[in-house]
């Protein structure tokens, strides 16, 4: 027996996850204030995106100027040294930045990251248990928007911040 099947063999796992047809939300999310939207997945009366499914993150608060998620790390999010991916850290800090600035938009109007800057502070791992990621409005205007997040454990111990600067698409 060579040592990859012998790794194999004794640390083998399969995840599988579900998700439902995005253009459901796409297509509410025309009609709908961008708070409005964001609320209403919150309140499970539009599916998740099905990023937050595949990485596992889910709505905790949605107000205006305001988001937050809470995400556990999980062995599938790991890279090679045995913590959490940037990428994932990333998507996660990505993802809360640029809803807060949704929650700013009125029904129509659209966003898109331009530019985000991350910063880890200390390796995530399923030890770290359960993680909040908060982002916060740091300005809105007609052309361009900012804002600000920080990822943060239960205690309040930070883990990694960013910021992101996202174009408004009238």
């Known amino acids: 027996m060579t040592m990859t099947d012998a790794h194999t063999d004794l640390t083998a796992r399969t995840q599988t996850f579900s998700w439902e047809d995005p253009m459901i939300g796409a297509a509410a999310a025309r009609s709908l204030s961008g708070l409005e939207y964001l609320q209403r997945i919150l309140n499970k009366e539009i599916p998740v995106p099905p990023i937050m499914e595949l990485i596992g993150f889910r ?28 990428g994932i850290i990333s998507t996660l800090l990505d993802s809360a930045m640029g809803c807060c600035i949704h ?4 029904a129509g109007v659209g966003y898109s990251t331009l530019e985000i800057k991350v910063n880890f502070v200390r390796p995530v791992s399923v030890k ?15 052309k361009a928007a900012t804002s600000e997040g920080r990822l943060v454990d239960r205690d309040g111990k930070l883990y990694a911040h960013g910021t992101t600067t996202c174009i408004i698409l009238n």
Do not use: D, W
Not at 60 to 85: D, K, R
Not at 103 to 106: E, I
């Open 128 to 142: 770290t248990g359960t993680l909040r990621c908060e982002a916060k409005v740091i300005h809105t205007g007609s």
């Open 103 to 106: 929650t700013m938009l009125p």
């Open 59 to 86: 709505f905790v608060t949605v107000e205006q100027g305001l988001v937050a998620f809470e995400f556990e790390p999980a062995e599938p999010h790991y890279n090679p040294i045995g913590t959490v991916h940037g």
